[in-house]
């Protein structure tokens, strides 16, 4: 039974640049969080999928933005790339809310220079 | 607002040493859930345990124990035997219920190395 999967494992980006992080699901999970975590923090939440529509965000500008397939895989963008945005992005899985157990990624690794 | 604290940045311990990992929390809700997640070198976040504040049974789960104390707003992660493979960060979460949100807020999680 394959967990949750991201690409790409690490990324490298310029600022003003866009970016898409990619992310499938555990198999029988509907709903996709996706969290960012910079270094020496714990994850912040930034915005939950369920039937392809954002269903809670938390407080991230607009120039974060994602999408939801039919076959419950998900997609992160970020606009406008600032240094800041250098994190770790880590996509988690559910079947229902965030109150249910959530399965997590290995993450992306985004460097912003 | 919700706030999760975990004090101890970094804990060292030797191997088959028990430690004990803190987490006071902040709520204005009286219907919540708690987390405890394991996050080793690989960055993945492991779940370990929910529990709901109505609930404040304590629960073992071999190696690991919780101690849920509404009265003192802690939930506290207790490693008896301490191995090298639970070094780790780990997060202690608080998810709010009455507001509808769920978000999820993490503590900035405590280093724990085990040393052989």
């Known amino acids: 039974d394959a967990g949750v999967t991201q690409s790409p494992t690490h990324l490298i980006k310029t600022r003003g640049q866009q970016v898409t992080l990619r992310c499938s699901p555990k198999s029988g999970h509907d709903t996709v969080s996706w969290y960012q975590q910079a270094l020496g923090q714990g994850p912040q939440f930034i915005f939950q999928y369920y039937e392809e529509e954002e269903r809670q965000r938390g407080n991230f500008p607009d120039r974060f933005s994602g999408h939801q397939f039919p076959n419950y895989s998900s997609e992160l963008n970020v606009n406008a790339l600032l240094l800041g945005d250098s994190a770790l992005y880590l996509c988690?899985?559910?079947?229902?809310?965030?109150?249910?157990?959530?399965?997590f990624g290995p993450g992306t690794r985004l460097t912003v220079t | 607002a919700q706030k999760v604290t975990q004090a101890q940045t970094e804990i060292s311990v030797v191997e088959k040493e028990d430690v004990t990992l803190d987490c006071v929390y902040e709520t204005r809700d009286t219907t919540y859930y708690l987390f405890w997640y394991k996050q080793p070198p690989s960055g993945e976040l492991v779940f370990l345990i929910r529990?709901?504040?109505?609930?404040?049974q304590n629960e073992i789960s071999g190696r690991y124990s919780w101690n849920f104390q509404k009265s003192t707003s802690s939930f506290n992660f207790t490693i008896t035997a301490s191995q090298v493979v639970d070094s780790a960060v780990y997060f202690c979460a608080l998810s709010e219920v009455e507001q509808g949100s769920y978000i999820p807020t993490f503590g900035r999680g405590t280093s724990l190395i085990v040393h052989p």
């Open positions: 988690a899985s559910s079947l229902g809310g965030l109150g249910s157990e959530q399965y």
């Open positions: 529990r709901n504040s109505f609930d404040e």
